[in-house]
């Protein structure tokens, strides 16, 4: 289950998984594997039974941020952190995400063929976070590299591997930056009002501490003695990663299964206000985010299976969101499914907190996308997509693309600046 080939088209072997054994031990990485949708949401769900505070990933136990924390401390910090994602920032957001989309299609609508996660896709996301971090978004293909770098690494346990070494030559890399950016933020006489203030301000503040058995278990799997600004590094790379990588292979799998089923293309043509359940039906389609791990610390039955304290239990989120008892004819993309129970953005107390803003990226890009390049298809939809070897998340990398070129030149922004 930590092969990254066998995220490259898992469909059939996670179908086998709900109907053989949906609550499955895995060997080889001594863990159990959740497929159902069910047993996915009562993991999530179940905070008595089960702890995302003893790792979250298979094989790299670094302590994720918050991600890898339980109440009460899980809530607080994420109370601080949500601030920088109300419905009311994402609003205000809109028009600047439709700016930025319209400007990277003007760069393009003129050749006929892109790739379309490397010239299109990639792009909006990167600058939103770059830009919410309070980053110099002219990094945004430093940050692109570093992003996937880290998910390619995250895997790996030979500590020889290129791949592992290259990862944590970005994960160097990033932090670099970010410290430098951190003290010119402590330097500063006014604070600023972007994530990356609001985050040392907060960290200086002793708001963002872990507890004692946190900052053990940091020291212990980074091998780092000085812990001063290390959990606010973590932060940054939770908040660099999450912010790209979910929203920019959305977008990506959303061009490919609007290409599988054209129908749902023309269904949206003729009825736009449905945009907001295909961007959900989307998000269940593609599941950006492969698996998360918790671990049990009561005993507990899934699917028959008896679980017991210790034991680690693996959540296929693709896998429950094709679940043929949640979902009718799962593995079809209908963008007026209703209802549509997905796990894409997580359920429970870690619920994506920057869902708002990836539902809202998703849908100015293919509002814009679908307006001034209506026939854009991906150009063989049914090879399997190029990713980076990844077992955590999509890690789409290349997707050629193909329309009609566009005469003379930019069908402009229709937003009034």
């Keep these: 289950m930590t092969d990254p080939a066998l995220y490259d088209d898992p469909w059939d072997f996670y179908a086998w998984l709900r109907r053989e054994q949906p609550v499955r031990y895995d060997k080889d990485n001594d863990l159990y594997v959740l497929s ?3 047993d996915v949401v009562t993991a999530s769900r179940d905070n008595e039974h089960f702890s995302a505070a003893q790792g979250v990933r298979p094989i790299n ?3 994720l941020s918050i991600v890898a924390m339980d109440d009460p401390e899980h809530s607080r910090q994420r109370r601080l952190l949500s601030r920088g994602f109300t419905p009311r920032q994402v609003r205000q957001l ?6 930025l989309t319209n400007d990277v299609i003007d760069k393009v609508e003129t050749s006929g063929e892109i790739d379309f996660v490397a010239d299109l896709a990639r792009h909006v996301p990167l600058i939103v976070i770059a830009e ?7 990094l945004c293909d430093k940050l692109y590299e570093w992003s996937d770098a880290m998910m390619s690494g995250e895997g790996q346990s030979d500590f020889e591997s290129p791949v592992l070494l290259r990862a944590t030559e970005a994960f160097v890399e990033y932090t670099t930056v970010v410290s430098e950016a951190v003290q010119q933020r402590r330097q500063q006489t006014e604070p600023g009002t972007d994530l990356l203030s609001l985050l040392t301000a907060a960290f200086d503040e002793g708001k963002l501490d872990h507890s004692e058995e946190l900052r053990t278990q940091l020291n212990e799997t980074t ?3 000085e812990l001063s600004d290390q959990e606010l590094l973590m932060f940054c790379v939770l908040l660099m990663v999450a912010g790209n990588e979910t929203t920019r292979n959305a977008i990506a799998g959303g061009l490919r299964a609007f290409t599988l089923f054209p129908e749902q293309r023309e269904l949206l043509r003729t009825n736009p206000e449905l945009i907001d359940s295909a961007v959900d039906e989307i998000v269940r389609w593609t599941s950006p985010v492969l698996n ?3 671990t049990v610390t009561a005993p507990i039955t899934l699917s028959g299976v008896d679980l017991k304290p210790g034991d680690r239990v693996l959540l296929l989120y693709q896998s429950a969101n094709r679940d043929e008892e949640a979902f009718d004819k799962p593995d079809e ?3 007026d499914r209703s209802p549509n129970p997905h796990v894409g953005f997580g359920i429970g107390t870690h619920y994506c907190m920057g869902a708002n803003l990836a539902r809202m990226e998703i849908k100015v890009v293919f509002e814009e996308l679908f307006r001034r390049l209506p026939d854009i298809e991906v150009s063989d939809p049914d090879a399997l997509p190029k990713r980076n070897p990844s077992a955590f998340v999509a890690a789409i990398q290349s997707m050629p693309a193909r329309f009609t070129p566009v005469q003379g030149g930019s069908g402009g922004c229709p937003v009034a600046h």
Excluded: N, Q, S, Y
């Design 333 to 335: 993309f209908r963008i």
């Design 292 to 294: 998360f791990l918790r």
């Design 61 to 63: 136990m670094v302590p």
């Design 223 to 225: 091998g780092m003695e």
């Design 36 to 38: 159902r949708h069910a």
């Design 94 to 99: 809109t028009d600047h995400v439709r700016e």
């Design 132 to 138: 919410l971090l309070g980053l110099d978004r002219d």
